[in-house]
């Protein structure tokens, strides 16, 4: 028990460390000596946890996924979906205005590029999130919307908050208060 408690620390610090390093200096020009340094263990201990570079970018990939899916989690755990969207406007946009948070999630697309592993827990999560928000959000169809017509505002909402990050990454300058208000307005003009 204690033995497993340890292991899940130490991994548990090693995604932290390499998280860190991503935000700052990318993936692919930090070291596994830098990701051990910064998680206080030795490269021989972060090989015991990963069997290399690219299955910790892995998952790191799919921490930040579960990140993503939280308000569809919350859905499912029978809160209502467009509440919860409306209720965390605020959060959203503070983390989408998050340089490191932007900055991670790129440097997660980027890698996606080179890295296979990486590219399927991407691809996994656009598609979950997609079919969750579909769901999630079904009880809130018009009537007239087509599938194609759900699905579409659920992906224009996907791209309102990649974008958002986009802009925090650039250091956007918007006034927060009149953002929230502007994503609230979108939120309910797709679904209200």
Excluded: C
């Excluded at 460390?17 to 340094?37: K, L, N, P, V, Y």
């Excluded at 919350?74 to 509440?83: C, R, W």
């Amino acid at each position: 028990m204690e033995r497993e408690r340890k292991a899940s620390a130490q991994r548990r610090d090693i995604l932290i460390a390499a998280t860190e390093r991503a935000q700052t200096s990318g993936f692919h020009s930090t070291t596994m000596d830098q990701i051990a340094r910064g998680a206080g263990l030795s490269v021989g201990q972060v090989y015991r946890h990963f069997e290399n570079k690219d299955a910790i970018i892995g998952a790191v990939a799919e921490a930040r996924a579960r990140k993503v899916l939280d308000p569809f989690e919350n859905h499912a755990q029978g809160e209502p979906v467009l509440e919860t969207l409306l209720r965390d406007a605020p959060s959203a946009l503070r983390q989408a205005r998050d340089s490191k948070v932007a900055a991670l999630d790129l440097e997660i697309l980027a890698e996606a590029e080179r890295n296979a592993v990486v590219a399927q827990v991407v691809h996994d999560v656009e598609t979950a999130q997609l079919e969750r928000g579909v769901e999630a959000l079904a009880p809130f169809r018009k009537p007239g919307w087509t599938d194609d017509d759900l699905v579409a505002r659920v992906a224009f909402l996907g791209l309102i908050l990649d974008g958002l990050q986009l802009r925090g990454a650039r250091g956007s300058t918007a006034a927060p208060a009149a953002m929230e208000r502007a994503y609230r307005d979108i939120i309910a003009a797709l679904f209200g």
